[in-house]
C-alpha cells in the first residue's frame, strides 16, 4: 500500500524487453534506497513495481505486459518518473490509501494558471467516473489530489505550487496521458452494494 505522497522524483535511466514485457533501470533521485531490498515495492508513477535488483544507487523494476496493457509506463531515458516506497504501518496518511493498481488512463484536457497553482482537468475512462466523487479522493500518476469539480467524465483539481515543484505533474501538458487510480474505499462499497442486491435477488426468487 501507498499514500499517494510522491517522495521523490527519480529518472529512467534504461528500458530492456524481458519476459514479454520491460525491465527498467530507475535512478532514484533523492529517494534513501538505505533500507532498500530486492522484493521490496516501490511505486513508479503510481504503479506498484517489484524491486528486482540494486546496481550501485540504482534500482530495477520488471513490467509485465499485463501492465504495460492498462498503465502508462515511461520508455524514454531520462524520463522523470514520481517515486514512492511503500507504506509502513508505523507511518502518517498524508494522502489517501493507494494500492499502486492503475484503474486507467486519463488524458489531461486542461492545465490552466491559477496564480501559483494550476487547474488541471483529466478525462477519464467512462468505466471509472462512477468512482470519483467530488471533494473525493484519485490519484494521478501517483500522486494522491483532491477532486474538486466534475463534469461528464472529466475531473478538476488543483495543484498548489510544491505539488508542482516535487511532482513530475509540474511537466504536464494538454494531452499528456496519466495513470489514474479511484479510490479504493469506493471500489469496496460498490462490492459490498453488488453483494447485497445479488442477495436481496436470490431471497426475492426463493419460496
Not at 509502513?88 to 491559477?114: K, N, T, Y
Not at 474505499?185 to 419460496?207: C, F, G, I, K, N
Request: hydrophobic content about 45%.
Amino acid at each position: 500500500m501507498f499514500t499517494g505522497i510522491v517522495e521523490a522524483v527519480g529518472e529512467l535511466v534504461r528500458t530492456v524487453p524481458a519476459d514479454g514485457g520491460l525491465r527498467l533501470l530507475v535512478a532514484p533521485g533523492a529517494l534513501d534506497l538505505g533500507d532498500v531490498q530486492v522484493g521490496d515495492s516501490i511505486a513508479v508513477n503510481g504503479v506498484c513495481l517489484t524491486v528486482a535488483a540494486l546496481e550501485e544507487g540504482m534500482f530495477h523494476v520488471d513490467v509485465s505486459q499485463a501492465t504495460l496493457d492498462c498503465a502508462r509506463i515511461p520508455d524514454i531515458p531520462g524520463a522523470p518518473v514520481n517515486l514512492e516506497q511503500a507504506l509502513r504501518l508505523s507511518d502518517r496518511l498524508g494522502g489517501h490509501l493507494v494500492s499502486g493498481h492503475v484503474d486507467g488512463i486519463g488524458e489531461v484536457v486542461a492545465f490552466e494558471p491559477r496564480g501559483d497553482s494550476r487547474l488541471l482537468r483529466v478525462q477519464a475512462p467512462a468505466a471509472l467516473v462512477r468512482y470519483i466523487a467530488l471533494k473525493g479522493s484519485v490519484a494521478v500518476d501517483g500522486v494522491s489530489l483532491t477532486v474538486n469539480a466534475l463534469e461528464g467524465n472529466a475531473f478538476e483539481v488543483n495543484l498548489i505550487a510544491y505539488t508542482l515543484a516535487a511532482t513530475t505533474l509540474g511537466g504536464l501538458q494538454v494531452g499528456t496521458r496519466v495513470n489514474l487510480e479511484v479510490d479504493l474505499l469506493a471500489r469496496y462499497v460498490e462490492r459490498l452494494l453488488d453483494v447485497r442486491q445479488a442477495d436481496e435477488a436470490w431471497h426475492m426468487r426463493t419460496p
